[in-house]
């Protein structure tokens, strides 16, 4: 099966015979460990052996929207450990009538 539409959109790339016209349908998909559904997207399905192929135009535009060129993606993000003052734990712990048990 080919991963691109052929030069006449009109003829199915999986059996040649059926004809394909675009329709919405829903695109369901993980993104960074979250779900993403996004309802109506442009879709090229056959009307004789039903093969549906999201549009390629769209997914692209779509791969833009969500990785912007020059931002790192959301994995390469680390959380920055919490710094903790532990000359305040010391006084603390050092005058235990100052603290407030609230």
Same mark, same amino acid.
């Given at each position: ?13 999986? %059996? ?29 399905? %056959?009307?004789? %052996? ?53």
């Amino acid at each position: 099966m080919k991963s691109s539409l052929p030069a006449n959109p009109e003829t199915c790339p999986r %059996c040649y015979v059926g004809r394909i016209q675009q329709k919405g349908t829903l695109l369901s998909t993980i993104v960074n460990g979250e779900l993403l559904s996004i309802p109506n997207f442009p879709t090229w399905v %056959c009307d004789m %052996c039903h093969i549906s192929m999201y549009d390629p135009a769209a997914i692209a535009q779509l791969r833009a929207l969500l990785v912007p060129l020059g931002t790192p993606s959301r994995q390469s993000k680390q959380r920055k450990p919490k710094l903790v003052n532990t000359q305040q734990e010391n006084k603390v712990s050092q005058n235990p009538a100052k603290t407030n048990p609230l």
